[in-house]
């Protein structure tokens, strides 16, 4: 089996974007308590260097997520790995998400958050593939919208891998 991967987004497209997704951020919760949740283990570099980006005192705080095997495919099952380390109520959160597919992992935490007392549930994406849609999953913030590809790097995995490169790339595996 072959792999290939050719680069959607480079790391400066990804910088100049999640700036412009802080200043955003930053306008719109100014004098709120933002509590930013980073949703594991996707998004921990996005949320790294989104949290850099927003100019207001914040929290940060982190929550467990499998929603897929090791294969390519949503289960539409999620489970909660790791619960966030304190309360919510009253608080403005901010769910911060490697990639919306289905929507189904997004929907289902929206739901479980909203059952705490937040003040607000927003949701902010670095990206968004509305061809497999199967949910109306309301997204507040969404970097990039791509097409149907799988994609890995910037956070993003396939079976544990490619987390660590600096740029999101397409990944084909051949025969
Ligand atoms: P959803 O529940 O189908 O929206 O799936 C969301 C989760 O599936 C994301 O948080 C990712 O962990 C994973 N996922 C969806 N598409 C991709 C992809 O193209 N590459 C890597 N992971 C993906
Ligand atoms: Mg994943």
Redesign the pocket.
């Known amino acids: 089996m072959t792999e290939r991967l050719t680069t959607m987004l480079t790391a400066e497209q990804i910088a100049l974007r999640v700036r412009e997704l802080g200043a955003a951020i930053t306008r719109d919760y100014a004098g709120r308590n933002l509590v930013v949740v980073c949703?594991l283990k996707?998004s921990f570099v996005f949320a790294a260097d989104l949290a850099r980006a927003i100019d207001l005192p914040l929290r940060i705080d982190f929550l467990g997520v499998r929603?897929?095997g090791e294969g390519?495919e949503?289960s539409g099952v999620v489970q909660i790995t790791q619960d966030l380390s304190r309360p919510i109520e009253h608080d403005e959160v901010l769910l911060v998400?490697?990639?919306?597919?289905?929507?189904?992992?997004?929907a289902h935490l929206t739901n479980l958050l909203r059952t705490r007392g937040p003040a607000s549930v927003k949701v902010c994406a670095l990206l968004h593939?509305p061809a497999?849609s199967r949910i109306d999953a309301s997204i507040d913030y969404v970097g990039f919208t791509i097409d149907d590809?799988?994609?890995?790097g910037y956070g993003?995995?396939?079976g544990e891998r490619f987390r660590n490169l600096p740029y999101v790339g397409i990944l084909e595996q051949g025969g």
């Open positions: 949703v996707g929603s897929y390519t949503s998400e490697d990639i919306v597919d289905t929507g189904l992992t997004i593939k497999r590809r799988f994609v890995v993003l995995d396939f």
